[in-house]
């Protein structure tokens, strides 16, 4: 499990993308990159992770599941996810 304060600055980035995304738009579309510059680093929807949503993990995430390797192929195996099943050939 990730540490508390890593998913808890990811939730905090995240309400300060919502907060600046209006404005951001309205200076790119001016392409006035003076004021752009201004807002906070954290307004950039780049400094966003990508985190399971079971472990909290941000390496090997699998967009489509939402979650990592490790917890996917735990779920999988544990037949919690629908469809997907163990190769063999």
Known sequence: MAKT???????RKLKTVEKYAALRAEFKAKKDYA???QLPRDASPT???NRCRVSGRRRAFLRRFQVSR???RELA???L????TKASW
């Open 5 to 11: 304060a890593w998913l808890e600055r990811n939730k």
């Open 35 to 37: 004021s752009l510059s």
């Open 47 to 49: 400094r966003l992770v």
């Open 70 to 72: 490790i917890t996917f």
């Open 77 to 79: 195996t544990s037949g």
């Open 81 to 84: 996810i629908p469809g997907v």
